[in-house]
């Protein structure tokens, strides 16, 4: 009977808080907590964004229906957009005072699902982040790049980042993880190389973040009429387009693609090209031997 008893009065007290939920949930003013996010956002780190269809997501989280990134001098020279964004808050680390997150959501065609972990809730500057992506678009990439050199890009790619830092210094994060593409074709124009298109590639890439360096390593490439391998590092600077480059490597030209092959001999006199890039994300300079 006691039992009976102690049942009843917790389901009379979990329907209260369902109606305590309702009632608030269906009350909120989102349309003013989209703005407190959006001028929240834009005062932390100098990025506009625009919030649409911000709704109460059960048991303690949030969905975003559209979020615009609009494009600045620092990172994006296109504006992108997520949708579907679904953000779930763990109550554990909620009732300690932190900060723990899922999360997934829709971005360039693909989809992102992962984990953050704050050290803060309201005052967060320590972060944990665990991320996996499927099916980027690359065709739809808005980050600056040199676009009078790389005429067209498509394809997909696919990957994992383990990110672990401070908000406040973002170049300053350690991390690793890894990248893989595939169905990748792009229009490249090298000079004193004719512009030329590249298609069908497929490749994977590993990288570590560590002391404001970008390290890559076992990264191969492989696609029509090209096989090619590179290493090495970049130096994060802000913007992230002045980031310096320190990267060698290695292309061969092979007959799966006779146009390319001939070029390859016409121009160099051989199907292997040893190469090291230097200079900047948008200003790189390059040497051949």
């Not at 102690?6 to 703005?35: D, H, K, M, R, S």
């Not at 990172?75 to 953000?87: A, F, K």
């Not at 169905?183 to 004193?192: C, D, I, N, T």
């Not at 992230?240 to 490597?249: E, F, I, K, P, Q």
Request: with cysteine; proline share 4%.
């Amino acid at each position: 009977m006691k039992k009976r008893y102690f049942l009843e009065i917790l389901g009379y007290i979990a329907f209260a808080l369902l109606v305590f939920i309702f009632v608030c949930t269906a009350n909120f003013p989102y349309a003013a907590l989209e703005e407190r996010i959006e001028t929240t956002v834009a005062q932390r780190s100098d990025q506009r964004i625009d919030i649409n269809g911000l709704d109460y997501n059960f048991p303690l989280g949030v969905y975003i229906q559209r979020l615009n990134i609009k494009p600045d001098s620092k990172y994006l020279d296109e504006p992108t957009e997520i949708s579907n964004c679904n953000i779930n808050m763990d109550l554990f680390h909620l009732i300690t005072g932190s900060a723990k997150t899922n999360f997934s959501l829709q971005l360039l065609n693909g989809s992102m699902q992962g984990i953050l972990d704050l050290d803060s809730l309201f005052q967060p500057s320590k972060y944990d982040l665990n991320l996996d992506w499927k099916q980027l678009a690359l065709k739809d990439n808005p980050l600056n790049y040199n676009r009078n050199r790389v005429k067209s890009l498509q394809g997909f790619c696919s990957g994992e980042i383990k990110l672990r830092g401070d908000l406040n210094k973002p170049l300053q994060s350690t991390g690793e993880g890894n990248m893989k593409i595939r169905e990748v074709g792009l229009q490249l124009a090298v000079p004193p190389l004719p512009q030329q298109d590249f298609k069908d590639f497929q490749g994977n890439c590993d990288w570590q973040l560590k002391n404001r360096k970008f390290y890559i390593g076992n990264c191969n490439l492989q696609g029509k009429g090209i096989q090619g391998n590179t290493d090495g590092n970049l130096r994060l600077r802000t913007p992230l387009a002045r980031s310096n480059m320190d990267l060698t490597g290695e292309i061969r030209f092979t007959e799966s693609d006779p146009k390319i092959y001939s070029l390859a001999q016409k121009y160099m006199g051989t199907n292997k090209l040893n190469f090291q890039l230097k200079g900047s994300l948008n200003n790189p300079a390059y040497s051949l031997n």
